[in-house]
């Protein structure tokens, strides 16, 4: 697992590219290119998350309810 200062400079970087509509990101040497920005997207909810786990925080969930009356 990745140090948080890494995975932060990761998801600075990725959304960067994803802010400016490039498809491929370097990062340390590396380049990943993606197929769409929803695969851009969930890869940026990824790392969120992670940097979430590290730091002890959870991401809020929300809940709707709906209801009728049923006629």
């Not at 890869?43 to 969120?48: E, K, P």
């Amino acid at each position: 697992m990745a140090d948080l200062a890494t995975l932060q400079a990761q998801l600075d970087a990725l959304k960067r590219a994803y802010r400016s509509g490039v498809r491929t990101v370097e990062y340390d040497g590396r380049s990943t290119s993606y197929v769409s920005g929803e695969e851009m997207r969930a890869a940026i909810a990824s790392l969120q998350s992670e940097i979430a786990q590290i730091m002890g925080t959870t991401t809020p969930t929300v809940a709707v309810v709906r209801s009728t009356k049923g006629y």
